[in-house]
């Protein structure tokens, strides 16, 4: 299988990355390589279509580092996402949010179901026992308390990227498979690092994608 594994910064993916030499892309029965999209939405969907066209992967894993609404998933875990929304395409009057879908310029159809970006290939296996999750991803990381209590109550979503709903959309529109995976950082919304899990999320992120390709594809 020929496996692309992106990321937004080669910081996110380095202890995985180091195990797959250019020489030799082997990883068990895979043949594995890495792509780094950039950070943010619009730089992820474009670096995403240009490594699919140069690449013509048969899976794609997005891996990341992502923030969390649920204590469910406390900084450290590691959970997969299996649907998305995009929480901030749209706009703000009166105190709520209106998406693409509410302002009637966006219908509830392919690559959307539901009037969100699911995978349709997350149901049913088992990876690694890693919980699956809902998650809002935003171009604007969310630091108010008015902002993060209106994406709960929108989406109620487990966790919040930068990228992730972009990588949905992409693999969906090109029909290619996609897996993402990630390890939560830190709660949304604290934006004090001291609080933050980053080495350890980051440690069992990629420890997770290994066991993933090594055991579970």
């Not at 140069?54 to 299996?82: E, M, R, W, Y």
Request: net charge negative; proline share 5%.
């Amino acid at each position: 299988m020929q496996i692309l594994v992106t990321a937004a910064t080669g910081l996110e993916i380095h202890p995985f990355a180091s195990l797959v030499s250019p020489a030799n892309q082997m990883f068990g029965p895979h043949h594995c390589s890495t792509g780094i999209t950039g950070v943010g939405l619009f730089s992820t969907g474009f670096h995403l279509v240009d490594l699919i066209e140069k690449l013509n992967p048969d899976l794609i894993i997005q891996a990341g580092i992502c923030g969390t609404f649920n204590k469910a998933h406390p900084p450290g875990s590691v959970v997969i996402v299996g649907e998305e929304y995009f929480g901030d395409t749209g706009v703000w009057e009166n105190g709520r949010f209106s998406d693409l879908f509410d302002m009637g310029l966006q219908l509830d159809e392919f690559p959307f179901l539901s009037k969100t970006l699911a995978n349709p290939d997350i149901k049913g296996k088992n990876w690694n026992n890693i919980p699956v999750v809902k998650g809002v991803s935003v171009n604007q990381i969310s630091s108010r308390v008015e902002q993060i209590a209106e994406l709960k109550r929108k989406y109620n979503p487990d966790v919040e990227s930068m990228e992730g709903a972009a990588f949905h959309y992409v693999c969906l529109m090109k029909k290619v498979k996609f897996l993402q995976i990630r390890g939560v950082s830190n709660f949304t919304g604290d934006r004090n690092k001291n609080n933050w899990k980053m080495e350890e999320a980051i440690g069992n992120l990629n420890n997770s994608l290994v066991k993933i390709i090594s055991e579970y594809l």
